[in-house]
């Protein structure tokens, strides 16, 4: 049996276009012996009856999604080999399935969360989000975002007080300190930094969660997305905006957090990399 799960947070920027670098990214991790036990994925864009539920089934992982047409969209995919023998079927894997913030109308799809129920630990609570960007602090979508961070502040408050292992996984579209941009002067007064979306991450924290990629040593200038412009990639120009947050109870059985700038390297590659915890058996 494993000595840990792991679970990893990837905006593939479209998984019709995508889907062969997911899968090769997952049978590269099990290759090494470091599977990955749950992907929470954003940025679908396609509808739930385009989702490639069969390929993904065919490589071992079950999985539910939240789609619409061209924009948004999210998913929870789960390796189907680290499931404990009560999940047998969709139904069974993905328990209290929640699409969408509860209460708060919005037709884009960017929550989707599910406790699932894996072998060696007690069942988590994982949550995957695609937070709103926020075009410019000026825009109507900045009003959006900051609407929406309150409400998922507050649908959190419960899940937290009803889940004690919760994972809130996915593209945060907020670099949450200055050690998380490439070049914070060039990005004074522009969303993704803003006091407000600053403020609204935190918190999130004051929730008691945590960012598990700041409980370990990381390298600096060690960001998760970088603009296809401008050679951003190689000029390692990039923020970190994808981001996993732990409940207090998985936070103390966190073994590592990482980037795995790998993808990124790849042909025609999504401009987010994936972000991976490691969860030690309870």
Known sequence: ????????????????????????????????????????????KLTDDKYPHAELEEAGY?????????????????????????????????LKPIRNIPGNVDEQQ???????????????????????NGQSPDSDK????????????????????????????GDFNIAPTDDDVHDPSKWIGQNLVSPQERDAFQRLLNLGLTDSFRMFEQVPKLFSWWDYRMMGFRRNAGMRIDHILLSEALKVQCSASIVDKEPRTWEQPSDHAPVIAEIKQS
């Open 1 to 44: 049996m494993a000595e840990s799960i792991r679970i990893a947070a990837w905006n593939v920027n479209s998984i019709k276009v995508r889907l062969p670098q997911v899968l090769r990214w997952l049978q590269d991790q099990e290759k090494a012996k470091k599977p990955i036990d749950a992907l929470c994925l954003q940025e679908l």
């Open 62 to 94: 079950i999985s539910i999604a939240a789609g619409q047409k061209t924009y948004n969209g999210v998913a929870i995919i789960v390796r189907k080999a680290a499931l404990a023998p009560i999940a047998t079927d969709h139904e069974t894997t993905f």
């Open 110 to 132: 960017r929550i989707l969360a599910a406790t699932v129920c894996f072998k060696g630990v007690q069942p988590i609570r994982l949550i995957s989000a695609y937070f709103p």
């Open 142 to 169: 900045f009003q959006y975002k900051l609407g929406w961070l309150a409400a998922l502040e507050d649908w959190l408050k419960e899940e937290l007080t009803q889940n004690t292992r919760l994972a809130l996984l």
